[in-house]
């Protein structure tokens, strides 16, 4: 008669006998593997497959595409060429564009005149909203326009849920959930759509994870401010393919510091805040299938862009108002933009950087894509938000303000950071219902720019490099 352990396979009676040396978590991994492996084999006696060369495509490329050494530098090598693509592409419909809203403001500006519109309303529909408004469309459309495809392309593919799975490892080290990575991803392009995509994250810690720390990836309000400033100061030495090759790399680097900052606030949150044990990710891998390329452009262009446009347009316009009305106001001598300015000059130099920039980022809280328009305008003590037609005009004026590299940095580095936009903030709100939560989600990037712009600076002077 057999013995009871003569029907355990053997890798199952292996794991018993080392079960004592084995934490509960390496048990059940361990628990799992071997039952998926029992059940392959058993499977391969016993069914017959009609596409097995197509498997045998996928496993091989799941050999490579999710290996703990090859995994990580294919998704660096893809996510530098999408941003090569997106900043070499974005280039020049976006000078269109620019020049198309100009003659578009001449025509308003004449129309206005001869109807004898008065000066200050001239001001606040042509000066604030129509160009705070242009400056939005033609700074974002472009890279979404470039952006969003490419990236539905790799998911149409099947690629992304092969990063979900290398990513995994990482969030789980750090306390919380591979899913996290999906609706990180997804921050690429609205930070407030990947906080209502966190919906995909059963448990509630690690969806309150997910919330607080996916503001940390840049979304698309943000990349024009990364982009102008990379390529006006990190790639000054450099021309033409070299430079904007320059320009990826140096947006690479900053998407890579904000996945890091990502993973260690997400760490630090799972060991204090949000204490407890990350539940297990199981993913299956889709098979590899030819992109739909003409479906998925069209409704990557169409639908997802025009969305993220059309509420950075609804929430710039009255911003831009706003920042016209201030900048227009005198008490005295001095308009109240410039009270706030000089008010907020301490600490902006402190941080390595000013106030001009301080008051942009401030008022640019309702969204993003404003914070150059806004800082352009107080440089050049106009009241109104202004369009400069050429990248070098564009540096001459913030050398004159005594911008260094420095500067530039720790503007990058704070706009990574910073607090998530008005929208964001509002879904994060109606997420978790919890004005702590929608507090905390503001304060904890806000300190951690601060933070590291502090050090930067500080460390930058302290070495005599600036």
């Known amino acids: 008669m057999n013995s009871p352990s003569a029907a355990i396979p053997e890798s199952l009676n292996n794991l018993i006998s080392r079960a004592t040396s084995l934490s509960d978590a390496q048990i059940e991994d361990e628990i799992a593997e071997s039952i998926y492996r029992t059940s392959r084999e058993l499977s391969r006696e016993a ?3 009609t596409g097995a060369g197509e498997q045998d495509r996928t496993e091989k490329l799941d050999r490579i595409l999710t290996s703990p050494i090859w995994g990580y530098p294919i998704m660096l090598i893809m996510l530098g060429v999408i941003f090569w693509f997106t900043i070499a592409g974005a280039n020049v419909p976006s ?7 100009a003659r578009v403001e001449g025509w308003l500006t004449a129309l206005f005149m001869a109807i004898g519109a008065p000066g200050w309303l001239h001001g606040i529909l042509v000066h604030g909203l129509f160009r705070g408004t242009a400056w939005v469309v033609s700074v974002m459309l472009p890279p979404m326009a470039i952006f969003f495809p ?23 080290w750090a306390g919380a959930h591979g899913k996290q990575s999906l609706t990180m991803a997804m921050g690429f392009g609205c930070n407030a759509a990947a906080v209502m995509s966190t919906r995909i994250i059963e448990s509630p810690r690690e969806r309150m994870l ?3 720390t996916n503001n940390f990836v840049p979304c698309n309000g943000r990349w024009p401010t990364l982009i102008l400033l990379a390529s006006l100061f990190m790639a000054a030495g450099f021309a033409g393919s070299s430079a904007t090759l320059v320009t990826a790399l140096i947006l690479m680097g900053m998407v890579l510091f904000g996945v890091l900052v990502t993973l260690l606030v997400s760490w630090t949150l799972s060991k204090t805040a949000l204490r407890g044990v990350p539940t297990h990710y199981t993913l299956e891998l889709p098979p590899y299938r030819r992109p739909k390329i003409l479906n998925t452009v069209i409704r990557a262009s169409l639908d997802k862009s025009w969305n993220v446009l059309k509420r950075a347009v609804i929430v710039a316009a009255p911003a831009s108002i706003i920042t016209w009305i201030f900048a227009n106001i005198y008490i ?9 300015v000089n008010f907020l000059d301490p600490f902006g130099q402190l941080l390595g950087m000013d106030g001009f920039i301080i008051a942009a980022f401030i008022l640019g809280l309702p969204a993003n894509e404003i914070v150059i328009p806004i800082l352009l305008m107080g440089y050049l003590s106009q009241g109104a938000m202004l369009e400069i037609d050429s990248l070098s005009e564009l540096k001459h004026i913030f050398v004159n303000q005594g911008w260094t590299w420095l500067t530039a940095l720790n503007m ?46 500080t460390l930058a002077r302290s070495l005599g490099w600036v």
């Open 150 to 172: 490419i990236f539905y392309l790799l998911e149409n593919y099947g690629y992304l849920p092969r990063v979900a799975f290398n990513m995994d490892r990482l969030f789980k």
């Open 95 to 101: 000078s269109m564009l620019a020049e198309t809203f």
């Open 412 to 457: 990058m580095l704070f706009s990574l950071l910073h607090y998530p936009c008005g929208t964001t903030l509002f879904n994060i709100y109606q997420e978790t219902k919890s004005a702590k939560w929608t507090f905390m989600a503001f304060a904890i990037p806000t300190t951690i720019a601060v933070g590291v712009t502090l050090i930067t600076a």
């Open 210 to 212: 997910a919330i607080l």
């Open 47 to 49: 069914v017959i497959y």
């Open 332 to 340: 005295g001598d001095t308009s109240i933009f410039m009270y706030f």
